[in-house]
């Protein structure tokens, strides 16, 4: 898989590189936000690391633009900021996940690797279209249709729904939602569930409804 690291510190950007190419990662790397584009235009990468504090295009308005061209791509974002205002705003703008500067870089790592898996399931290449009610999912084109509509989807969300849909009716807390879709080797709170959530939900057209809260719960997909 080949990474793009977005981070005007060059020292940060070669730690990052350095240990991800020795776990078998390919690796570029751009120092300004102006550069990202027109290489996104040239070669897209499998996913890409998003520091926010950069030059020439800011990292939010960078993570925005990305993902309405291109929202398959998964985002992590690098924040040096401590607000969870901030944190809230780049996961609604697309951000699959954030870690937070210093960060261990073992974490980084294995957050990287978590965005990155297209799949929950190793055997979701072989599966075919699922459908329930209004929403068709196709697991191997990576591609969700609602009332006929196709809905760009971040692979969080993808995973969110396909999870869901496979599974009506069955309520998942935060926890077991943060086991399954991010992994257990990675730290995200619950905060983050709960922005995909309402993210994925906003997506689902008439069909939100169906995505439902239980309060001291977490969440169920109700059957169509």
């Not at 070669?14 to 751009?30: A, D, K, N, P, S």
């Not at 897209?44 to 061209?69: A, S």
């Not at 496979?166 to 992994?183: C, E, M, T, Y």
């Amino acid at each position: 898989m080949k990474i793009l690291i977005v981070d005007d510190e060059e020292d940060i950007a070669g730690l990052i590189q350095f240990h991800l190419e020795e776990e078998g990662f390919q690796t570029e790397v751009c120092h300004n936000g102006m550069e990202v584009l027109p290489r996104l235009e040239k070669h897209l990468p499998d996913g890409i690391i998003l520091d926010l504090m950069l030059p020439g295009i800011g990292g939010m308005d960078l993570c925005r633009r990305i993902k309405e061209k291109y929202p398959h791509i998964p985002i992590l974002m690098v924040t040096a900021k401590t607000g969870e205002t901030d944190v809230v705003l780049g996961l609604e703008l697309g951000a699959d996940d954030y870690i937070r500067k210093p960060f261990n870089i073992r974490e980084l790592v294995a957050r990287v690797r978590t965005v990155t898996r297209r799949t929950t399931d190793p055997n979701q290449e072989v599966q075919g279209t699922i459908s329930t009610g209004k929403i068709q999912i196709n697991p191997t084109a990576h591609k969700v249709f609602v009332e006929g509509t196709e809905i760009d989807l971040t692979l969080i969300e993808f995973k969110l729904l396909q999870l869901f849909a496979g599974n009506p009716g069955v309520a998942f807390s935060r926890d077991k939602l943060l086991d399954r879709i991010w992994g257990k080797d990675v730290f995200v709170t619950d905060r983050t569930v709960d922005v995909n959530i309402k993210r994925l939900r906003d997506k689902l057209l008439s069909e939100k409804e169906r995505l439902e809260t239980i309060r001291g719960v977490g969440y169920r997909f109700r059957d169509a």
